[in-house]
């Protein structure tokens, strides 16, 4: 289980499904009984002592009106596809439940930044932006050969890297199907190789809460 702060106050816990009734059953012994609400994301918590903790329904899953039928649903296997990019490397994938059944990295060298001024930076950066476009135009390619069959089949499209690049690849129009499937969720992935994409499966399948304390611990 991972922790960070989240903006606004509180913090935000990234729980695994098969221990998302585990972390509600300790939720409850430290702050008491809670009530649940449905809300637009998922579940609310809400404790007697005034803490509360957001469910988030992880992507894919379908929503759920108690805690019972939210952990079912995580766990559940669904089949989700992946799409990561960053710099001139790509990786795609689409995985079953926890197990990634089909995989692909590719990576296109592009040139760091120079510190060089004048006509010599100009150059460089030229040549940075068209090695940029082709790696790109590589990633775009990846997906319509490997992830476009697959739409169909697919609950969600998990992507992660950096956000322009991944925006980039889904506005080619071949890829419409798989850009209508994207989660909300971004994951926060390194360059992308192949353990990067074996771990974000587990990381798209995740129960994100935000926990906020009782107001009087604060």
Same mark, same amino acid.
């Given at each position: 289980?991972?922790?960070?702060?989240?903006?606004?106050?509180?913090? *935000?816990?990234?729980?695994?499904? #098969?221990?998302?009734?585990?972390?509600?059953?300790?939720?409850?012994?430290?702050?008491?009984?809670?009530?649940?609400?449905? *809300?637009?994301?998922?579940?609310?918590?809400?404790?007697?002592?005034?803490?509360?903790?957001?469910?988030?329904?992880?992507?894919?899953?379908?929503?759920?009106?108690?805690?019972?039928?939210?952990? $079912?649903? #995580?766990?559940?296997?669904?089949?989700?596809? %992946? %799409?990561?990019? @960053? +710099?001139?490397?790509? $990786?795609?994938?689409? $995985?079953?439940?926890? +197990?990634?059944?089909?995989?692909?990295?590719?990576?296109?060298?592009?040139?760091?930044?120079?510190?060089?001024?004048? *006509?010599?930076?100009?150059?460089?950066?030229?040549?940075?932006?068209?090695?940029?476009?082709?790696?790109?135009?590589?990633?775009?390619?990846?997906?319509?050969?490997?992830?476009?069959?697959?739409?169909?089949? %697919?609950?969600?499209?998990?992507?992660?890297?950096?956000?322009?690049?991944?925006?980039?690849?889904?506005?080619?129009?071949?890829?419409?199907? %798989?850009?209508?499937?994207?989660?909300?969720?971004?994951?926060?992935?390194?360059?992308? @190789?192949?353990?990067?994409?074996?771990?974000?499966?587990?990381?798209?399948?995740?129960?994100?809460?935000?926990?906020?304390?009782?107001?009087?611990?604060?």
């Amino acid at each position: 289980m991972s922790s960070r702060p989240a903006a606004g106050g509180g913090r *935000w816990v990234e729980v695994t499904p #098969a221990r998302v009734d585990r972390w509600v059953d300790g939720f409850a012994d430290r702050h008491g009984p809670p009530t649940t609400t449905v *809300w637009e994301h998922g579940l609310l918590l809400t404790a007697p002592d005034g803490a509360t903790a957001e469910l988030h329904t992880p992507p894919g899953a379908p929503p759920a009106a108690d805690v019972p039928g939210f952990v $079912a649903a #995580a766990r559940a296997p669904r089949r989700i596809g %992946l %799409l990561l990019a @960053r +710099k001139g490397a790509v $990786a795609v994938g689409v $995985a079953e439940g926890e +197990k990634l059944i089909v995989s692909k990295v590719d990576s296109r060298y592009v040139q760091g930044r120079t510190a060089a001024g004048g *006509w010599s930076q100009q150059r460089f950066a030229r040549r940075r932006d068209n090695q940029a476009k082709a790696a790109l135009g590589d990633a775009v390619d990846l997906a319509v050969r490997l992830l476009l069959p697959e739409a169909a089949d %697919l609950a969600v499209l998990v992507c992660g890297g950096d956000r322009r690049a991944v925006d980039i690849v889904l506005a080619d129009r071949r890829l419409a199907p %798989l850009a209508a499937l994207r989660a909300e969720r971004l994951l926060d992935v390194p360059e992308p @190789r192949h353990a990067v994409l074996l771990a974000a499966v587990a990381s798209a399948r995740a129960v994100h809460i935000l926990i906020r304390d009782p107001p009087d611990s604060r």
